[in-house]
């Protein structure tokens, strides 16, 4: 019955009503949960900010005689022939010290236990010993004596700075059982108050969860309904009508949502097309093409490394770079309509060229296109390139009177990927190798050599 009657009011009323009501079922298991452990939080806030805040400066103290030991060092063998190298490292380790006798006056003025007073009381009982061995070693330095600068600060500084780092981490440890122990503190806190809280979430799960029973009935019934009637209209049957209380927002969403679908489907298919297609050849895009390189790249590089192994030549990459040669020139001569009428006219000769599946055909940009074959030699991919360039003769580029074919001019690269090598390079050798083609005379097929590095072409 009070499912029925908020069937009453519009589904976004009940959706309202209904999550008002959860809402304000959470908000009091939150307040329960935020309020019961507050007291064991903040102390547990409070004691790990301080311990932070000690670890801070601990760690500072740390990196300073860490900084001073490396100075020291770099004093009897600097890494340049500078001669006021000694001097400036001198000065960075005095400057450390201060540093490091800073963070620990700041250390000390924090709330400290017993353990730790003890513990800086004997770090400070060194401090005076240090200073003078770092005042001798600095006399020895200004005396222009950097090597029995650091053989003093080897011999009497660097002991007792051992013995402060090992003091130093032990603060560290007595920072994390401070922690620990109070976590410990917290549990034990936290367990009664979650007993609290467990108990009061058990009630107000319950009267959520009738609200929900409530709330679903409400509008699982007639959208039930709803798609019945949508499904059975799938199935062709047009004449059945919905039920009467199909008039609410049950079934118009449901064939908003069947038209969007359908719309949002057509859209995604025009889109993926056009972010992959040149819309003058109707080849690949540069887009696609990089993608495609990358791809196979790192595909052939995994399988190159693959146990057994027999065919090398499957593992190799091939490209040809193929451009249309004096296009300029017919472009200037017979327009620019010709002149995309001549590219459709190349890429549907590239196209047709028997390329296998995997194979990529691309406009690599303006009057030039690329030609990705996977798992083929050099060898192999250029009889590819030939085959294209033989078949462009027989391919006059229409609307010319009297007929006329182009030619092309072919790069063609391989390389196994591995370590040390890019795309980019596959690409570069390509392209000297299409350089040579057109400086050898154009309207001809040139292979780079097999070593990567090499950009120099071989022309027949």
Known sequence: ??????????????????????????????????????????????????ANEKSILITAMRQNIIVQGLLAHDIAFPHDNDVDTPFKDMAQILN????????????????LSESETEIIRKLQVRDGQIRSVLAEADEWV??????QAARVLAEQATPPQQINIELLNRLNELQNTQIRLHLEEFHRASSAANHALVAGTAVVLALAGVIAWLLTQSIVKPLTDAVDAARRVANGDLDDQPVEHHVDEPGQLLAALAHMTARLKEARRTLEMAARQDGLTGLANRRHFD???????????????APGLEDGRLAQLSLLLIDVDFFKKFNDTYGHQVGDTCLRTVAGVIG???????????????????V?????????????AERIRAALGGHPVPGIEPPRTVTVSIG?????????LAPAQLVATADAALYQAKHAGRDRV???????????????
């Open 1 to 50: 019955m009070r499912a029925t009657g908020l069937r009453h009011f519009r589904i976004g009323y009940r959706l309202a009503l209904g999550f008002a009501s959860l809402l304000l079922l959470m908000v009091v298991v939150t307040v329960m949960s935020l309020v019961l452990p507050t007291g064991p939080r903040r102390a547990v806030d409070k004691a790990v900010s301080l």
């Open 352 to 370: 047709g060229a028997s390329l296998r599946e995997g194979d990529v055909a691309a406009r690599y940009g303006g009057e030039e296109f690329a």
């Open 142 to 147: 200004q005396a222009f004596n950097p090597g």
């Open 96 to 111: 450390e010290q201060r540093n490091y006798e800073y963070a620990q006056a700041k250390l000390k003025n924090t709330p």
């Open 412 to 420: 063609v690269a391989a390389v196994t990927p591995g370590a040390g």
């Open 446 to 460: 040139c292979i780079a050599p097999p070593i990567v590095p090499a950009l120099s072409g071989n022309c027949p």
């Open 291 to 305: 993608d495609s390189l990358q791809h196979e790249w790192q595909r052939l590089g995994r399988l190159a490394q």
């Open 372 to 384: 990705i074959l996977p798992g083929i030699d050099a060898p192999g991919a250029a009889v590819v």
